[in-house]
């Protein structure tokens, strides 16, 4: 079992910055590939960046590719989201997940997710 906390998110203007932390505990937390996912209002989760067990591979989505960096502290089992130069449309509740696979892009391939976060980008 793997459980996960995000924590981070807020308001913020358009074209800051917020960082968002997901802490993971459980014996074998460090060696679960971790995910990003948001769900703004009335639309479906959609992926946003997730990151290998071990840091070395990153992937993003295109909307945020060049602006978001996710990274990972195995020492401290947590994953990281640097979310820069922020839009109106990054608005939406900010949901860190883990999978004992590879990386993932779809929902269905993460086993634990957490309870999620509200970032809300004004205009």
């Known amino acids: 079992q793997v459980q996960l906390v995000e924590s981070g998110g807020g308001l913020v203007q358009a074209g800051g910055s917020l960082r968002l932390s997901c802490a993971a505990s459980g014996r074998t937390a460090s060696r679960y590939a971790m995910g990003w996912f948001r769900q703004a209002p009335g639309k479906e989760r959609e992926f946003v960046a997730a990151?290998?067990?071990?840091?070395?591979?990153?992937y993003y989505a295109n909307s945020v590719k060049g602006r978001f960096t996710i990274s990972r502290d195995n020492a401290k089992n947590t994953v990281n989201l640097q979310m820069n130069s922020l839009k109106p449309e990054d608005t939406a509740v900010y949901y860190c997940?883990?999978?004992?696979?590879?990386?993932?892009?779809?929902?269905?391939?993460?086993?634990?997710w957490g309870q999620g976060t509200q970032v809300t980008v004004s205009s």
């Open positions: 997940a883990a999978t004992a696979g590879g990386i993932f892009v779809t929902e269905a391939s993460y086993d634990y």
């Open positions: 990151i290998g067990w071990s840091g070395g591979i990153t």
